[in-house]
């Protein structure tokens, strides 16, 4: 009997992991399309180069949304830079100062909460 317990025990705590795991999972993939759908786009490089990434331990799991494309910050939260100065790559002169953030990744967190709570309660409902 207290082989079962035991067994029981460590099975209960695997569902548990798994299930973190597998909501993470979910919610990662979830987010990087709404990432892709708020992500502006100019060639296509910064939203084919969103990504997802999960990170589970025992009790809990991560999940990182994010692009590894130099520019992605700049887009996200804005920046300022030089008017007048010629840039190459897009073949222009800068006119601004600044130019406005064009968020697409805490959006696509903050703006679906309560769809990440049913995929949790889906997922973790069961276990």
Do not use: W
């Amino acid at each position: 009997m207290g082989v079962t317990v035991v067994s029981n025990t460590i099975q209960v705590k695997r569902s548990v992991a798994e299930g973190l795991k597998d909501a993470a999972e979910m919610i990662g993939a979830a987010a990087e399309g709404h990432a892709v759908e708020y992500c502006p786009v100019d060639t296509g490089l910064l939203s084919n180069s969103i990504t997802h990434e999960v990170e589970a331990e025992e009790k809990k799991a991560t999940v990182a949304v994010g692009t590894n494309v130099e520019y992605g910050p700049y887009v996200e939260l804005g920046h300022r830079q030089q008017p007048g100065r010629y840039v190459p790559k897009i073949g222009k002169r800068l006119k601004a100062d600044f130019v406005a953030a064009k968020p697409f990744l805490r959006p696509a967190f903050e703006n679906h909460t309560e769809e990440f709570e049913a995929i949790i309660e889906s997922v973790m409902g069961g276990i």
